[in-house]
Structure formats: C-alpha cells, structure tokens
C-alpha cells in the first residue's frame, strides 16, 4: 500500500488523501455501535469504539486486520458530537485501528437505518 499526497498540500492529519493497492478485497457493510446482541453502547465515543471493534471483527473472519484498511466512510449523525469529541475519537481509532490511516470521509446524515446508531462506518481493506 502506497499513501498518495500531492507535493504542494500540506500533510494531512488523521487520514490520507490518496492510497496506491493491490490485492484481494475486503468490503464492510456499515457497522454500528452495538454487540453481539444488538445492545448498543451509550454516548458517541462508546459506539464509535464498538463500531471500530465490529469493524476489526469482520476483517478478522475474512483473514485481514486494522493495517488493511484502504478507506472510511463514516455517516454521523450529530457532527457536534463528533468534531466535540475529535481527541478521544482520535485516541480510540489508534487503540483499535493503530496507526493506520486510510482514505476517510465524515458525512453528517439525518438519520441511520438503526434508530439508536448514532454513526456508522463502512470499510474497504486490501490483502
């Protein structure tokens, strides 16, 4: 996997702009913020960390892990939340996903299928 930058932008922090791989792929539906029972967990930083976990799960049982992970997308629904909270989203993106930082979009949505969700997030990884 190759991370691309234009030489003139800056570098950008937490994501990457673009990203060169090959491989076999892995796609992850959108996963949200409950566990194994469809309980979710409460507050914006506790789903995204179940999120992150689920996330980590589903490549696992295809045979990759965080360090695969190509591009993000995540749909939030209170983009307060999430710019209020960005220090400990940071830090549990690092816990469960590692120093690994793809090509990432943060799209404010009204509403998720799951009426408790409070963001969602799909994954694309390459072997």
């Known amino acids: 996997m190759k991370h691309i930058n234009p030489q003139t932008w800056p570098r ?5 702009n ?3 791989a090959e491989g076999k792929m892995i796609f992850v539906a959108g996963m ?3 566990d194994t029972k469809g309980v979710f967990s409460q507050g914006f930083t506790a789903q995204l960390e179940r999120v992150l976990e689920n996330t980590v799960a589903v490549l696992q049982a295809g045979g990759a892990g965080p360090e695969h992970i190509v591009r993000m997308t995540w749909f939030v629904k209170d983009l307060d939340a999430y710019r209020q909270n960005l220090p400990a989203v940071g830090e549990i993106y690092r816990r469960v996903i590692g120093k690994n930082f793809p090509v990432m979009a ?3 949505v009204n509403d ?7 963001l969602e997030i799909e994954t694309t990884a390459v072997l």
Do not use: F, K, T
Request: hydrophobic share 45%; aromatic share 10%; net charge negative.
């Open 32 to 34: 949200v913020g409950w």
């Open 18 to 20: 673009g990203i060169e």
């Open 112 to 118: 998720l299928v799951e009426r408790d969700a409070l």
């Open 106 to 108: 943060v799209v404010g």
């Open 12 to 16: 950008p922090s937490g994501y990457s």
